[in-house]
């Protein structure tokens, strides 16, 4: 983790009472890269810890491996066929290796569902889970941030109350029952957005490239699928937006209030700046921070919502991969997608701490 | 010139005045000390002055700026107030900083949400100012933040800060409480050069009377909210009518002969005791009954305004006067 | 002003309870309710939850089904009144078995200190890297998908979180004056630990957890309706979610009033988090 290093009041003052000159930004670069180092060697512990996890979880659970790998509907010669094809009948030291061997392979099985290798799958649809977790990150912050103002600014009055009221209740409610409410409102009794997918079926997709619509929209210059896309993008943003914002908006509105209640903001006022340059350049600035920090614990909220949300709007991206998978029993895509979660997860901690460094003039990355 | 009339400051939630019936004024050109204990109200008055006040607060009395009521202006006239006629220096520069910007960024900014000069202009005006509070290397001290600089170095920003629109009054509430003595008498000598050199009236809030004898040509003298004493600073020190003014410089003398910090015996009221007499009046050594009883009127003895039934007409021990420029 | 100031003020007028008081209230009544469902769901509906009337599939609000029915003709009302216990009753089991764990593996990390608690907790961090909820459909596949399955796994997942609040308060209150006070008069550890240290955890503890079935809740539902929690025909709010996604169109009702009935559970037990963690004193 960063540290916090403060600078201190240096003790011995010059003649004319005013301490040495601050220190130069030296050797920034070198403590970067120790630093993504140390954070990269304890992602690749974690991926490690990751994948023996896995492994256990699959040759050490009350039912038979070779029969939870082929499902439950398969026949025992499809189970024998799978013991020898994993070799389950090997010794258990062995089984590991081979495992761990496969895995750097990156061979994470192969789907019953698609009968593709489980790493094609993923490689097609994750690009599109990110199309879309993305963007509702993005469109979180901005309405989380906002309303945080609001709610800090009007505490007392009706509008703060009505927005800490909503943003309650939005999030209270499942994220998936309320992908089906709007869906329900929005597309089936006001026909104005679209059930699911990422474009319409009667419109010729953009060319692909990165599998998500959007963005291979905007890299080909295609704009009627562009707004296409963006529409499709409507609903399932709106979806988790609305599941993550009590957690964003009560940050947001704790860090503002700390904020107003500062020296340094009536220092402001005092010397005349305008209450919107305040609240704008000052506050905002130093709110951030809180949000930040917190980023690694609201990542985990944005996964499962996205991956519930693509279900319910059939997102190709891997949460509705994955129920695909669920629905017949094929539960190997389960592994794979756990381990890229997690490396996704570690990455999003390593990413999360960078920024805050950058963020805040004071943090030195120790 | 800044007038304050019969000012009375209450929060709602507390049962005394933080400030009850004070009177005060300040000329351009001259540097008007208020001296008390911590609670006395002397850091109310000074953002009293600016409207910096809570919204919880209930005001009565006048504050007037050349004959302008501070509390009867408009939002964007007390915008146009705050900073350019009257300017502000906290007493802990650290806070009075944002944390997430430069020092430069921010004495820039004051001078650009008063006036329409583009950023380089501003920015050069920054640099003037720091250097006028006699910072070396004014460049490198813009571009740093906050927490890089010295507590002496700080101030200083603070005070160009206050000073970067030239207003005629200045208030600075114990600017040199937060810095080491050294500092401190360096930083004070300072704000009398620039106090000439621009003839800028200065309110300078302190708990400290040594601040008095270095830089005050008047000096108030203030007690749970109220002003005791109010006068020439020769005047006040060398011959102190209130009883409370005599305590604070014989303690003084007291740490000085002996090296002992001893102070005044007793404690300073609290916001939720209710006064009906002198609020000195419990620790007075002279109170008598009139005083528990009944709040004295001020009461004028040559050039000092004084509020005390008895106020000490007996010659004070000689009492040595260090000033600083 | 001056005036005023040489009276005494007048005595405070009485406060307008404060907003959150008003839904705490409405809250607690809610949660009351919520607790006679799950404990007598058959004061709420005569009917059985599984009795298939085919005759009266999907058929909408009326008088023989206040709540409607679903494909099978099941009395919707009867499958949410009972699918309480299902649903809430497995989430407070899971925070029960999370906060016990947790708080047994946070003590004894934090008391003991060294290396015990640094390997105790280097686990914990393990746990806390993985996303909880992925690795809990994981494991919930893997022990073959059901309701035992999902309580299991979700309580796998919870309880490295209390595991780390918990470790932390305690390393806090050990050398804390009381503490190192009742060490000095030679109390058995386990006393101390009891009555010391754990009463003053047990706030935060209770604020967390409090919250925490709420989430639970949220997970259990979400788990049904991916398929790897309960299986039909056991009533279970997130399972009715999954079923009713088919006929939405036709039949609100189905979706509507078990999604309601989640959201109103996850609200009342915010607010009431909300309000255990305003009040005053410890």
Known sequence: MAERVMSLDQTASSATGQGPLPPRRRGALERWAAFLLRRLLWGVVVLLAIATVTFFLTHYVPSDPAVYLAGPSATTEVVNRIREQFGLDQPVYVQYFRYMASLARGDLGTSLFTKRPVFEDLARSLPVTLGLIVPAFVVYVVVAGCLGCVAAYSAGKARGVLVQVFTMIASAAPVYWVALVLQFLFFYSIPILPSGGQHSLTLPGPTTITHIDWLDSVLTGNVPALADALWHLVMPTTAIVLGLLAVGTRLMAGAVQDELGKIYVRT???????????????????????????????????????????????????????????????????????????????LISVVSDIIYSLVDPRIELA | MLKISNLTVGYSRSLRPALNGVSLEVGTGEVVCVVGESGSGKSTLALACLRLLGSDVEIGGTIELDGRNIFSLSAAELRNVRGREIGFVNQDA???????????????????????????????????????????????????YPHELSGGQRQRAALAMGLALRPRILIADEPTSALDVTTASHLLALLRQLQREYSIGVLLITHDLRVVEAVADRVAVMYAGILGEVGARDEVLRRPRFPYTRALIDSLDLERARGSLKGVPGVPPGLSETLPGCPFAPRCTRAEDICQRMSPAPVTIGETVVRCHFPDSVEGVEVHVHSVG | MSAAAENSRPPRPWRMPALLDVFAVVAIVLLVLLAIVVIAPGIFSARNPLALEISARLHGLSDAHPLGTDELGRDLLARIAYGARNSVGVSLLIVVIAVVVGLVWGTIAGWFGGWLDAMMMRIVDMFLAFPAFVLAMALAAALGPSLTSVAIALAAVWWPGYARLVRGSVIALRSSGHVVAAQAQGLPTSRIIWRHVLRFIWRDVNVRATADVGYALMAVTALSFLGLGAQSPTPEWGLLIRSSAAYFYTAWWYMAFPGLAVTLTAVSLSILGDWIAARPGR
């Open chain 2, 94 to 144: 650290l806070s009075s900083f944002s944390a997430y910007w430069t020092v430069g960024e921010q004495i820039a900014e004051t001078i650009e949400a008063h006036t329409n000069l583009p950023r380089r202009i501003a920015w050069e005006r920054t640099l003037d100012q720091l250097a006028s509070v006699r910072i070396d290397n004014p460049e490198r001290i813009a571009r740093s």
């Open chain 1, 268 to 346: 402001a006022r005092g010397k005349g700046l305008p209450e919107r340059t305040i609240l704008l350049k000052h506050v905002l600035r130093a709110s951030i921070n809180p949000f930040v920090t917190v980023t690694g614990i609201q990542f985990g909220y944005l996964i499962t919502y996205t991956i519930l949300v693509e279900v319910v709007f059939t997102w190709p991206g891997m949460g509705y991969y994955l129920e695909q998978c669920i629905q017949i029993n094929d539960y190997a895509p389960l592994i794979g997608v756990t381990m890229v979660a997690a490396a996704g997860f570690v």
